[in-house]
């Protein structure tokens, strides 16, 4: 498999009133043709900032991508894109999904219009052409009665339907990567399952590598190949999806698998929180940034930021636990399994 996108020192400061918020610090991976990669961590990690930003979407100001960044597509520098070069990445080669269809689409306008305007930008497609388009979209992504649905507007859909309806809108140019950012939010547990098998049967036909944004462990088990945990604006652990429910090594990867629920789970059974807050990124820890909510810290974890430490050639993990002269811990009972 090629590599497709390479993400290298990404780093994303916002400018408020109370100063400088560092929401994205340091962030490299890659992504390979036909693969996809999960992106975990709880609401403010920098989750959809990461995702943002590799489609220059972050507004500026307040929002800033520092110098040092490289986003790297095909080798070229999507930082340095001027924008009709971003009009042409952006729905032709990477699409994106965005968290509430509601808001993403144009309550306005006839769902069939919001698909072809794709397909007349990108692939050069007149209206009668790009309509025809959009039904075959439509019926791709099981929508029943695509003839008819596609002169509907988004309120005669529900939420599953208009989920789907965004997969087309942003497949229709079969796009190289598509983004999927917490892509079943808000659906219910049956309508989240067909999305996701929508979206990997999708993936084996079309080869589209994907990204998938999201805070539920239990969505990424079937879908993912690899999986990178952030928090507090870092990575803080990656590896294949198989290594970081199997052989989890940083704690807060242990404790994002505890809290979620398992069948074994008996009816009054007290849920697993991860107890504190997530750091002031106004002003980051100069240690490990999960160290003041973490169960096994010591005392360099509040004064030095651990380095990786590399487990395999493809899980890499940011702990001091890690250490050879560190206490051995053996992860809680109950961690290391498919959900």
């Known amino acids: 498999m090629g590599k497709l996108l390479e993400v290298k020192d990404l780093r994303v ?14 962030v490299s991976f890659e992504l390979n043709e036909g693969e996809t990669l999960a992106i975990v961590g709880e609401s403010g990690c920098g989750k959809s900032i990461t995702s943002k930003s590799i489609l220059r979407l972050i507004p500026s100001p307040p929002g800033d991508i520092k110098k040092e960044s490289q986003i790297l597509y095909k080798d070229k520098d999507i930082l340095k894109m001027n924008e009709k070069e971003l009009r042409m990445l952006r729905g032709g080669e990477i699409s994106m999904i965005f968290q509430d269809p509601m808001t993403s689409l144009n309550p306005t306008m006839k769902i069939g219009k919001q698909i072809a305007e794709n397909l007349i930008v990108h692939r050069g497609m007149n209206k ?9 979209m439509l019926q791709m992504v099981g929508i029943p009665n695509a003839q008819e649905r596609v002169n509907q507007y988004p309120h005669q859909f529900s939420g599953g339907m208009r989920q789907r309806v965004m997969i087309a809108i942003a497949l229709a140019c079969n796009p190289k990567i598509l983004i999927a950012d917490e892509p079943t939010t808000a659906l219910d547990v049956t309508i989240q399952a067909q999305i996701m098998d929508l979206m990997k049967e999708l993936q084996n036909n079309l080869g589209t590598a994907i990204i998938l944004i999201t805070h539920d462990l239990g969505v990424v088990a079937s879908i993912a190949h690899r999986i990178q ?3 507090a604006g870092m990575v803080v652990e990656r590896g294949t999806t198989d290594e970081i429910f199997y052989n989890p090594k940083h704690p807060y990867t242990w404790a994002l698998l505890k809290s979620v629920p398992r069948l074994e789970t008996k009816h009054k059974d007290t849920l697993y929180s991860i107890k504190g807050t997530p750091p002031d990124l106004l002003k980051p820890p100069v240690g490990c ?6 169960e096994y810290c010591m005392e360099i974890c509040k004064e030095q930021m651990p380095k990786p430490t590399k487990i395999s050639d493809t899980q890499e993990v940011s702990c001091f636990l890690l250490h050879p002269n560190a206490p051995k811990v053996e992860p809680p009972q109950g961690i290391g399994g498919k959900l």
Do not use: L
């Open 289 to 294: 940034p999960f160290a003041s909510r973490c």
């Open 229 to 231: 945990v952030m928090y």
């Open 13 to 26: 400061s916002f400018h408020t009133y109370a100063g400088e918020v560092k929401a994205v610090r340091g």
């Open 128 to 136: 009668k052409e790009a309509i025809k388009e959009a039904v075959k």
